[in-house]
């Protein structure tokens, strides 16, 4: 019997990219990275990666008396060798590898400050205080006035903020708890202090930046990439021509980084 390199590398390759993705899932990683609706999708590509290795390894050994096959052979010659260290075979081993190797020697890092200022932090689009008199006849509204306090948890999230992104001045006055981490925007008129968080639509790299600016920040000790939870009154503040909702803190308790510090939309 023969030793194919090539084919034995190819396997190799197939088993770690099989055992990566199940340790992601074994762990809990994986909602690190992907939304939680394609955890399917993400077990089925580990298992096919298995199905692959087993494929693969029967190629890795060749006999001694294996003929050798020209029917594929071109114009320009025959190539039947194991040239595992060429330079083609070298370049597309080293590409393939990249994502593995980057995945079992770099730990991941939770998107945080940095990168909500780099992408920027949506608030509201509203460019006036009032859009003037009109009847309230949107369910989601209706039910969040209904409330006493408005909560910004992960189920909730999404929905609530898009209806205050629309009608930020209809909420002026009602009492919000949220929880996120803090950030900085620098593009403000004057730097506010932001209670943030990411949402994720499929993964990660899709992942934008919400969150309210928290108007009397200076009177609370509240640093950069901080966890808290947040108990206000919502307000409107004008920034640059617009107006935008704000949290004027009542109360402020720091947590510990979530085990999803994403929401998921």
């Known amino acids: 019997m023969i030793l194919q390199k090539r ?123 009032h859009v003037g008199e009109f009847e309230i006849t949107n369910a989601a509204v209706n039910h969040l006035m209904s409330q006493k306090v408005i909560l910004f948890d992960h189920t909730s999230f999404a929905d609530n903020m898009s209806v205050l992104s629309k009608y930020p001045e209809v909420f002026e006055g009602k009492t919000i708890e949220m929880e996120g981490f803090i950030a900085e925007d620098t593009q403000m008129a004057t730097n506010q202090k932001v209670l943030t968080r990411f949402q994720v639509t499929h993964c990660v790299a899709d992942a934008n930046a919400s969150g309210f600016v928290l108007a009397n920040s200076n009177e609370f000790v509240l640093m950069k990439n901080m966890w808290v939870h947040i108990k206000g009154t919502l307000k409107m503040k004008e920034d640059n021509q617009q107006f935008i909702p704000v949290i004027h803190i009542d109360s402020v308790k720091r947590i510990n980084t979530p085990e999803d510090p994403y929401i998921f939309s």
Do not use: W
């Not at 050994?61 to 260290?85: I, R």
């Open 7 to 129: 084919q034995a590398i190819k396997a190799i390759i197939l088993l770690l990219f099989a055992s990566f993705i199940f340790f992601l899932h074994q762990s809990g990683e994986i909602t690190q990275f992907i939304h939680p609706d394609y955890l399917s999708f993400s077990q089925l590509a580990s298992v096919l990666f298995f199905i692959l290795f087993f494929f693969q390894v029967p190629r890795i050994f060749k006999p001694l008396d294996a003929e050798v096959d020209h029917s594929l052979c071109g114009p320009f010659g025959c190539n039947h060798e194991e040239e595992a260290n060429s330079l083609s075979v070298v370049v597309s081993i080293g590409i393939i590898s990249i994502p593995l190797l980057t995945g079992f020697m770099m730990p991941y890092k939770t998107f945080g400050a940095d990168e909500a200022l780099k992408r920027g932090i949506q608030y509201s689009n509203l460019d006036h205080k």
